[in-house]
């Protein structure tokens, strides 16, 4: 079978390697890998910024937006052979530590956690991969042509369950979320945003083109303005931020309603400073009472929510996010996005 490898730590080392097919076995589903999503994670592991080959090993299996069908499952496993499967993306740390142990490995306390794809373990970039059963979640046959979007939408799953958790401190009745950024996970927030009944705004640079169509499709409200004025009109009680650009970060934090909770997704470039009025920050913060939370990553209890979530979806919403499918052979093609770009997928087979 063909896989995407690279040599993690290394730029220009991406490339389609044979390797030899797995065999079935009695502990693992047996999968045929349909697709997986490619994203900035992808692309900054073939830039050769991070990633971890597998211990005694130089190269990496990509691929974390899994998408595939079962082969074969093993007896006794929920599975069944043809049943349309994602797997999941990070394994809790060998330790454990007390979050890993019980079963929150997205919020692992010692950073040993592995992850496939990224970190000590070979990613979903494969024809074949084989995967454990607790680590495999089944999708609904409708999504054959969109499963990979489930891991970024896993992602937004966890974030929104950060908001309902700090909004329950108290009384909560949330009417108004603002979505910074229109990419995959700015739009598949706005999803879950519509799908809990919210007045759903997203807000992105761009005056043309796929997003923007996205949004209104979803019976969401698109601006361009700047954050401050947006917000500011808004007074959002909600806010997911997904672009990590301090200055959105920042406005949007200041502009929020009064019991605001701003939920941070974007992971930004350390290095750039901008000047803040950090005492109006303050302020704002603490006399309405709000809530700034950092969110990453996702654990079953999130791909669970997430399928059900695009279980529900319409499928040809759910197709407009993806923007080219581009077949394995052609990988490269994959690695330079394009202004109007949501989600690039790879074709595996
Ligand atoms: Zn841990």
Known sequence: MRALTVQPGTAGTAELTDLPDPTPSDQRLLVEGLAVGVCGTDREIIAGDYGWAPPGRDRLVLGHESLGRVQHAPPGSDFHDGDLVVGVVRRPDPVPCGACAHGEFDMCRNGRYTERGIKELDGYAAQLWTVEPDYAVRLDPRLTEVGMLMEPTTV?????????????????????????????????????????????????????????????????????????????????????????????????????????????????????????????????????????????????RHYHTAADALGKADVDWLRRLITRRVPLEKFTDALTAHPDDIKVVLTLS
Request: aromatic fraction near 4%.
């Open 156 to 300: 937004v799953a966890k974030a929104w369950e950060q908001v309902d958790t700090i909004g329950a401190r108290s009384f909560y009745d949330p009417r108004r979320v603002l979505i910074t950024g229109a990419g995959p996970i700015g739009l598949l927030a706005a999803l879950l945003g519509i799908q809990r009944g919210l007045d759903v705004h997203v807000l992105d640079r761009i005056t043309a083109g796929p997003k923007i169509d996205a949004v209104t499709a979803l019976g969401a409200t698109y601006h361009h303005d700047p954050v401050d004025e947006v917000a500011g009109k808004l007074q959002p009680d909600v806010v997911i931020e997904a672009t990590g650009a301090g200055s959105v970060v920042f406005d949007a934090i200041a502009n929020t309603a009064a019991y605001g909770i701003t939920c941070l997704t974007g992971v930004s470039t350390p290095g750039r400073r901008l000047s803040i009025d950090a005492g109006a920050q303050n302020r704002e913060i603490v006399l309405d009472n709000d809530v700034v939370v950092g969110s990453v990553n996702a654990n079953l």
